[in-house]
């Protein structure tokens, strides 16, 4: 059973950081991509940052670059998204993502809320 288990979020005020987990099982863990995406109210989910393999190529989103980083432990099949210099504007559902051209799967969320 595939299951990708995100924790992490909360209320952070701005400038405030936050690390997201993503623990995932029940699939080949390293040979998929992982990602963050997220999902604002009223608005579309977009990718925040994603993490390839086995070229590990890192890519993320113009908003987050310089504040945002992912990363990936194999050995723990954990994908980790730390959040720094957290803004408003960050406020969102973060859900974690894997695939590969043949599978597509995503966690069930972690809200993160930034706000004085």
């Known amino acids: 059973q595939v299951q990708l288990a995100e924790s992490g979020g909360g209320l952070v005020q701005p400038g405030g950081s936050l690390r997201l987990s993503c623990a995932a099982s029940?699939?080949?863990?390293?040979?998929?991509?992982m990602s963050w995406y997220r999902q604002a109210p009223g608005k579309e989910r977009e990718l925040v940052a994603a993490f390839t393999t086995p070229s590990s190529t890192i890519t993320y989103a113009d908003s987050v670059k310089g504040r945002f980083t992912i990363s990936r432990d194999n050995a723990k099949n954990t994908v980790y998204l730390q959040m720094n210099g957290l803004q408003p504007e960050d406020t969102a559902v973060y859900y974690c993502?894997?695939?590969?051209?043949?599978?597509?799967?995503w966690g069930q969320g972690t809200q993160v809320t930034v706000s004085s």
């Open positions: 029940g699939f080949a863990f390293s040979t998929h991509i």
């Open positions: 993502h894997a695939n590969t051209r043949w599978t597509d799967y």
